[in-house]
């Protein structure tokens, strides 16, 4: 399957879309949270935003002690954040978490697509979300663009799927709009593409993400 071109027309469909879906009330309300509880060196103002997070995107972090004790040390190191490049390796400072239980066993956790949202509003919503609908989507149109195969691999890190990101709006010239209403264009679309394919396959939504890339990755002409 060959994805539809990202023209101006079919993100503001989509965008118009996702308003009807899934709306900005909730990220506008996320934004005040974080706007209300900001200092990160408060571990209280980082527990209620980590559980907020946790609770409603769903996460599936079991343990956010480690979690909030890693965002709470990085702030006390390192509180000039500002510019996109601090909050970009921000993301990749707090993303990756350890901790050991009462019984010495250690742990090891890559919190990505967590940290990114976290950092999403810590930035005022400048930096994308890193989502697994949204990175199919920008590998398959960078894909189908160059017409190279397509791994969908997973990115290196934040950093790694950020500078893909802006390779997607450069390349594709979009750079007129916001990361916000890209991010949102590309989860949209993803979401309605594996909806889809759940709907038709009777499918858990980890299994038509499976058979989305499967569908891509046949359409792509192999060099």
Sequence with gaps: MNLQE???SFIQATLRNYESIEGDELNIKLQKLFNEFSDDKNKYDVLIKVAA?????STAITNITPVVDKINNIANLNANLGSI????NLVDKISLVEWTNNKNDNFKRNNLSFASKYVHFLSNREIP????????IIQAYLGQKNQVKILFTNPKDYQDFYATFCRFKTIFGLEGYSNYKIDKFLWTYGREL????EGELNLDVERAKLELKRRIKKSQAVL
Excluded: A, Q, R, V
């Excluded at 997070?53 to 995107?57: G, Q, T, V």
């Excluded at 979300?129 to 199919?136: K, Q």
């Design 85 to 88: 490049d601090s909050y970009i």
């Design 6 to 8: 990202p023209t101006d």
């Design 194 to 197: 594996i909806k889809s394919i």
């Design 129 to 136: 979300i890193y989502d697994s609908y949204i990175w199919i």
């Design 53 to 57: 997070l946790n609770k409603i995107y």
